[in-house]
């Protein structure tokens, strides 16, 4: 039975089943979260949710009804509830932003203002900077398996290899010196891994996410200063000076844009790549089927997200009274949209718990749809791919070297802690 698969005898309620969307450390057990979610997207695809300490919301279970939300922007709003946070959180994050001290980024807004944000940086993620970037990924890619090579004979793959390797891909993108990669990345994890005990800054207190998101402001707004007076034509100097209507961005624009960047170009595609070679590792099948035959890599890295989904939720508040297979959600109302949820629905995949590197077709949610399709896609799977491609010819062994860990989240994780013991041949010449 795959890790991912749920167990049976998992015997819970349809309303216990809904609480566990809002329980971060559900996220810490595949069996009981994927028990969850199947006994829903069965019986309850669209569930009124009462969990202690949130804001009560709609869950949307099924591939069908995210993807189509997700398509219908002007009925269903980002704003003002984005992603699932508690109540005590939701209201001081209002609070902030009335003080204009909140995040404002693209998965903050809606159209016109998210449509005009988005085109700032769209370029930078065509396939034809892409291409640009490609050598210094395959570099970066290089480094980290080398650096498993100077590690020995093992490694914990997820802190080690999974987390700075995106790290240096994005910041180096935005043009931020690698002597604050460290700093960086323990302020991302911070706020993305704010409910783990693991991650979060005062063991995952509300106040360690807010004052983690502070501490990200303020590096951010020295940044925006030193662009804006000595451009350096990097990503993060052409944000600072952008115009929309002839206007500069403020400041907390700027480092919100600079905040989503490099935290979900970062956490989502660490989570995946880690949640990559854990899958591989438990179906050596599909490791064998994969080093036979390299041509299938693009195939599994899309099967690789769709397993992983780093992504859990994110939230929409419905703009008019409308209905969601029949059950009428009113005006002001927020749904939650669970992508591992929709990314194991029966009615879309093929035995959708069979982890299978030749998947085809593959039409996972993993980044999204419609005008929110996530911006960096390309950047990712170049990532993903670029580090198994480095990586599978020189495997020789591999095996779990004690047992992996999860982070505690409700919004964007995987995993935090895969022990592994592995040979690698000598790099080729």
Known sequence: MSPATPRPGLAMTIEEAGRALATPDAYTDEHRLHAALALL???????????????????????????????????????PRPVLRTAVLDAELAARRARGRALSSLVHLDDPEHRRLRAIAADWFRPKAMRAMSERVRELARRHVDLMAELGSSCDFAQQIAAPYPLYAILALLGLPESDFPLMLRLTQELFGHDDRDKGRDAGS???????????????????????????????????QARIDG??????????????????????????VAGGLEALIRHPDQLDRLRRDPGLLPAAVEEMIRWV????????????????????????????????????????FDEPFRFDVGREPNRHLAFGTGVHYCLGAALARMEVEALFAALLPRLEAIEPDGEPAWTATTFVGGLKRLPIRYRLAPAPR
């Open 206 to 240: 509300r106040a360690g996410y807010t004052t983690a998101l502070e501490d990200l402001f303020g590096y951010f707004h020295d940044l925006i200063a030193e662009r804006r007076a000595r451009p350096t034509g990097d990503l993060a100097s052409h944000i600072a």
């Open 247 to 272: 206007r500069l961005l403020s400041d907390n624009e700027i480092a919100s844009y600079y905040i989503l960047i490099a935290t979900a170009g970062h956490d989502t595609t660490s989570s995946t």
């Open 309 to 348: 989904s780093p992504v859990k939720s994110f939230m929409r508040t419905a703009a008019a009274d409308t209905k969601v297979r029949g059950v009428p959600i009113a005006a002001g109302e927020s749904v939650l949209l669970s992508y591992p949820s929709a990314n194991r629905d029966e009615d879309v």
């Open 41 to 79: 997207r069965r019986e309850a695809p669209v569930h009124h949710v009462r969990a202690p300490g949130y804001n009560p919301f709609w869950a949307i279970t099924r591939h069908e009804d995210v993807n189509a939300i997700e398509r219908d922007h002007t009925l269903w709003l980002n704003a």
